[in-house]
């Protein structure tokens, strides 16, 4: 097998060919996405904090500078939207719009909320054990986080049923060469989004509430805010950063323990390895595989010159796999205490969000563990078609 982000096969199990990549072509181009593949740890950690590097060129050339094609004209209500977050941007206006959010989302403000993400988490594993079980992401995986974050924006419970797909639409624009229905059903839902978070902060602006749209509506530094657009591009951030990765570890992670019954069965007996086996998942079977930034200078990466201009695609399932780094790294080790694994990304760009997802999926496995303590698979899984953000469809288990 080779590496091809489009196929099955590979999608399910792609770490065999990263070893591959690592001992051999641990720099490489990559014909079909014009990108060059970045696999060992040192240089994936090293590139994400390398300045010379971008989320996006547009603040130092354009399109036609980069020897890009201008964005197809359908899809400006979805750049719109996405560039107006801070995750596709780069300072000095990621700088402010980090230190903006910042002061409302505040590891206080996240702290704060362990007891309503514990509550929202036993509801939902009690009726899933009530239930006899089921699919495991549709009916705990899913719910958990959309709930905790329609929760902490105020979003009134009527309309949280809308969250979940328009993320899933949003970001079926970041995998590889999207097909073009992809890209309308993105920009669509990219707009719907939009349209109704302009209507919630408009009314949290004239009444504010305690929620973090209200927060973000009123946070100021120095007379300086968020604007409009702005405040409702961190809200859609939030909720596409907020959910599809805490959805595909815990999916990912329970598979993964069923995979490896010796470590499941460790898990059982002392629910204080929690903490490091939720590290260690995310790092076993990574929920982003790859991330990609833009050189904005010429770089070097082990002795291959890669010119600006050009696409780095970051292995994050490579890297959390490099023997150089984690001893034994194909082993799943639920007590594993050196764990620099980097599926929360690094530098400028590190997930803001890591310790809210770092409770929910505490709280989702803690309470598994401790009310369905002899949770068996059902059917073996099949994974859905994405590579960038990998999950599977569903996980049918019995309690």
């Not at 603040?59 to 400006?76: K, L, M, S």
């Not at 602006?205 to 946070?219: E, K, T």
Request: with cysteine; hydrophobic share 45%.
């Amino acid at each position: 097998m080779h590496f091809d982000p489009w196929s099955p096969e590979f999608i399910a199990h792609p770490y065999d060919v990263y070893d591959e990549l690592r001992r051999e072509r641990p720099v490489s181009f990559f014909e079909p996405t014009g990108q060059w593949l970045i696999a060992r740890h040192a240089d994936v950690n090293a590139l994400l904090r390398d300045r010379r590097l971008g989320r996006s060129y547009l603040h130092v050339a354009t399109h036609q500078e980069f020897g890009r094609p201008d964005d197809p004209e359908f899809q400006d209500p979805f750049w719109r939207v996405i560039r107006a977050g801070m995750l596709d941007v780069e300072p000095p206006v990621h700088t402010r719009l980090r230190r903006l959010v910042s002061k409302a989302f505040t590891p206080r403000m996240v702290e704060a909320l362990r007891p309503k993400v514990a509550r929202i988490a036993g509801e939902l594993v009690d009726a899933f054990v009530e239930r006899g079980g089921g699919d495991l992401i549709a009916e705990v995986a899913e719910p958990l986080p959309v709930t905790v974050i329609a929760e902490m924006l105020g979003v009134p419970e009527a309309d949280r049923h809308l969250l979940r797909p328009w993320s899933a639409d949003i970001c079926g624009m970041y995998e590889l060469n999207p097909s073009v229905e992809a890209q309308h059903t993105a920009v669509r839902a990219a707009q719907e989004f939009s349209d109704y978070l302009v209507g919630l902060a408009r009314a949290r602006r004239a009444d504010p509430g305690d929620d973090l749209i209200s927060a973000l509506a009123l946070v100021a530094d120095e007379g300086d805010q968020l604007t409009e657009e702005e405040l409702v591009g961190t809200c859609v951030l939030l909720l596409n950063a907020g959910h599809e990765a805490t959805v595909n570890v815990t999916g990912n992670g329970w598979w993964s323990l069923f995979r490896n019954p010796a470590e499941l069965e460790r898990l059982r007996a002392d629910h204080g390895l929690l903490p490091t086996a939720i590290e260690e998942l995310m790092r076993w079977d990574t929920p982003l595989q790859m991330f990609e930034r833009w050189v904005l200078e010429d770089i070097s990466v082990g002795g291959v010159d890669i010119p600006r201009g050009t696409e780095v695609a970051l292995l994050f399932g490579s890297a959390n796999r490099d023997p150089e780094v984690f001893a034994d790294p194909d082993r799943l080790d639920v007590s594993r205490a050196e764990n620099p694994h980097i599926s929360f990304g690094a530098g400028i760009h590190f997930c803001l969000g890591a310790p809210l997802a770092r409770i929910e999926l505490a709280e989702s496995f803690g309470a598994l563990l401790r009310k369905a303590p002899t949770m068996e698979l059902v059917a073996e899984p099949s994974w859905g078609p994405g590579y960038i953000i990998r999950g599977l469809r569903s996980l049918q288990v019995t309690t």
